[in-house]
């Protein structure tokens, strides 16, 4: 063989061997998958969380079952119907799932085997149905006397040994797993929601194209103030909690509170909400006393329970003035979107045009001096706008007003008008200051909206006429 073979050959070997290498990495499993591998070869079950339709859960505390809920994502169906509680519920579903063997104990276990392991009477029987169809089952017995493990057994296979977070997961009192708030709804799930109260007061907000509206005492619909109905919403889906349910399945609240031996109830209000699925679910919140507790403790009914609140239950749903629920914005606009602004002071009229870093004033025909113009700095105008931009008003006046009632205020013809034009010559809002009421503030005015007044020291820094804005 000549010195030029061998060269060749020797190559040629070198390259299978490199061939060889890059086969072995590219086919042979990595680290990660061969773990994968392991674990999944323990796990007694294949299916995922998302996988359960519904579910049992029977232990000393009782037995349940839930089921998903296409309003509160669980439901507990039995022994009574109440929203679920999600973390709980998915922590049993997460940890069966995801169960793995340490160690198979019996593989074919006898009736001894079982007795010795605690699962002829297993603390905890699972029992899941999945949406396909099947049904898979796990028993958890004893703990084992060495080991930080639990005996289980899996669709009455072979007993085997395990981490015990299954166990101490679904080992709970069965009201861990119902959904403490009243109502477990949030904003983006409810057509209305409405209150009536003790003192003859009420309110129905609604969600509708145009935004959230609401209704007082029964009248027609108007655009909601967005606060308030945060500050209301908040009230009754959020801080309206259950401490501990008292009476299940009851027929109506007379047969609950004679279960309680509580004959002495006071209503404070009634909650309901309708869901867009059709769903209503309505509450009655009030107080009751008994001999055993003579002090008056919150309770809520709904849906056949009756549960005592934490306290104090949502008072702001007592102390919330419905009227503020009512949007009193007089233009709704921002400052840096006004481009000119129209003035009428009594017999006065200018104009407000933004001129890059500042305004430029204009005295119109029928002004004093018609011809004379201003240069204005920003800050001369900015805070106007700022305080007309977020002016409401407080006390209703009169929702639909008489031309004669104008008048009377000196709303039309206006003693005072501001008209806000945009940047491409869009209205953005007119607001309308009158005459002093009687009892001390502005009568005030959208545009062609209600009549409010707000108290003077709010308005009393404003222009009262043209010649103000050149001084």
Do not use: C
């Not at 296979?157 to 069965?174: D, M, T």
């Not at 204005?376 to 007309?388: G, R, Y």
């Not at 034009?421 to 909206?449: A, C, N």
């Amino acid at each position: 063989m000549t010195r030029l073979q061998r060269t060749l050959l020797a190559a040629g070997v070198a390259l299978l061997g490199v061939g060889a290498l890059i086969w072995i990495s590219t086919t042979a499993p990595s680290s990660t998958e061969r773990a994968q591998a392991r674990y999944d070869a323990e796990r007694p079950f294949s299916f995922g969380p998302d996988d359960v339709a519904w579910g049992t859960v029977t232990s000393t505390h009782g037995s349940f079952r839930f089921e998903r809920d296409e309003v509160f994502g669980w439901r507990i169906a039995e022994p009574y119907s109440w929203p679920g509680h999600a973390e709980p519920l998915e922590a049993v579903l997460v940890r069966v799932a995801g169960l793995a063997a340490t160690r198979e104990v019996y593989s074919a276990p006898s009736t001894k085997d079982l007795a010795q392991s605690g699962l002829n009477d297993p603390r905890v029987r699972i029992e899941l149905a999945l949406a396909s169809g099947e049904r898979h089952g796990l028993s958890l017995g004893k703990l084992h006397p060495l080991e930080s493990t639990v005996y289980a057994r899996a669709d009455e296979g072979a007993v085997f040994v395990a981490e015990p977070s299954v166990l101490w997961s679904s080992l709970r009192p069965i009201d861990e797993f119902r959904n403490k708030r009243v109502l477990p709804f949030d904003r983006a799930q409810i057509e209305t929601l409405g209150i009536e109260r003790e003192d003859g007061r009420g309110w129905t907000l609604r969600t509708s194209t145009s935004g959230l509206q609401a209704s007082i005492d029964g009248g027609p619909f108007h655009p909601a103030d967005e606060g308030q109905a945060a500050v209301a919403m908040a009230a009754a889906f959020l801080r309206l909690e259950a401490d501990r349910w008292l009476v299940d399945g009851a027929h109506d609240l007379e047969s609950a509170l004679e279960t309680m031996k509580a004959p002495k109830w006071r209503t404070a209000f009634t909650l309901s909400v309708r869901h867009p699925s059709g769903l209503v679910r309505r509450a009655t919140v009030g107080v009751a006393a008994s001999k055993n507790t003579p002090e008056a403790k919150p309770l809520a009914w709904i849906d056949g329970s009756l549960m005592q609140l934490y306290p104090p239950p949502a008072k702001e749903l007592l102390t919330l003035d419905p009227f503020l629920l009512r949007d009193r914005s007089l233009a709704e606009f921002r400052p840096k979107e006004v481009s000119k602004v129209f003035l009428i002071f009594g017999l006065e009229f200018a104009s407000l045009t933004r001129a890059e870093d500042a305004w430029r004033l204009e005295r119109k025909a029928g002004s004093a001096d018609a011809s004379q113009e201003h240069r204005l700095a920003s800050d001369a105008v900015e805070p106007l706008l700022k305080k007309l931009s977020t002016l409401k008003g407080v006390e209703l006046v009169s929702e639909e007003p008489s031309a004669e009632e104008l008048g009377r205020w000196l709303l039309q013809p206006p003693s005072r008008r501001f008209g806000f034009q945009g940047r491409g010559g869009e209205t953005l809002g007119v607001i309308t200051i009158g005459d002093l009421s009687d009892t001390g503030g502005f009568y005030v005015r959208g545009q062609d909206g209600p009549v409010y007044t707000v108290p003077r020291k709010v308005l009393e820094d404003l222009p009262l006429r043209v010649t103000d804005f050149a001084q």
